[in-house]
């Protein structure tokens, strides 16, 4: 779920099979925030990700990547692509402190960008899917004024 305020101006920027990416146009700057979801044993589309490398994105969602240290009980091939790709091109990750999953302890959702610095989630405790609800929260501002 995209949360947005009525005064903010967006619109849809890039859409494919199990992704969405909206341009937000803020008073000073535009980002970018999207979903994403990875089936299992699937990889990552890369060329789609790679695409929006040079804007500032977020990207959010269920990539099904599991890695040991995230309490996944081994590595896939997943998310070792998905490394790969982070470390080529110095993208981030927004890794929650606990298993995100209610089927297993992994964590397998979270957040892609450029710049992770000043980003927090957290995993809240509800009933609502497989998965539990993840809040991502930032230091970006919006400034209400500049929309009057």
Same mark, same amino acid.
């Given at each position: 779920?995209? =949360? ?17 990416? %909206? ?7 535009? =980002? ?16 789609? =990700? ?8 977020? %990207?959010?969602?269920? =990539? ?8 996944? &009980? ?13 470390? *080529? ?10 298993? &995100? ?5 992994? *964590? %397998?959702?979270?957040? %892609?960008?450029?710049?992770? &610095? ?9 009933? &609502?899917?497989?998965?539990?609800? *993840? ?14």
């Amino acid at each position: 779920m995209i =949360l947005y305020h009525k005064c903010i101006n967006y619109k849809l920027s890039d859409s494919d099979t199990n992704f969405i990416l %909206i341009e937000i146009s803020l008073s000073n700057e535009t =980002l970018y925030v999207g979903g994403l979801y990875v089936p299992p044993n699937s990889l990552p589309s890369f060329q789609l =990700l790679s695409k929006h490398q040079n804007k500032p994105f977020y %990207i959010f969602g269920d =990539l099904n990547a599991k890695r040991t240290e995230w309490g996944c &009980t081994k590595n896939n091939t997943s998310e070792v692509q998905l490394l790969n790709w982070l470390e *080529i091109r110095g993208n981030e990750l927004i890794v929650p402190q606990k298993a &995100t999953s209610k089927r297993s302890d992994s *964590i %397998i959702d979270f957040g %892609i960008t450029r710049n992770a &610095t000043g980003w927090t989630s957290e995993v809240l405790d509800e009933d &609502t899917s497989d998965h539990y609800p *993840i809040l991502f929260q930032s230091s970006i501002a919006v400034d209400e004024n500049s929309f009057l």
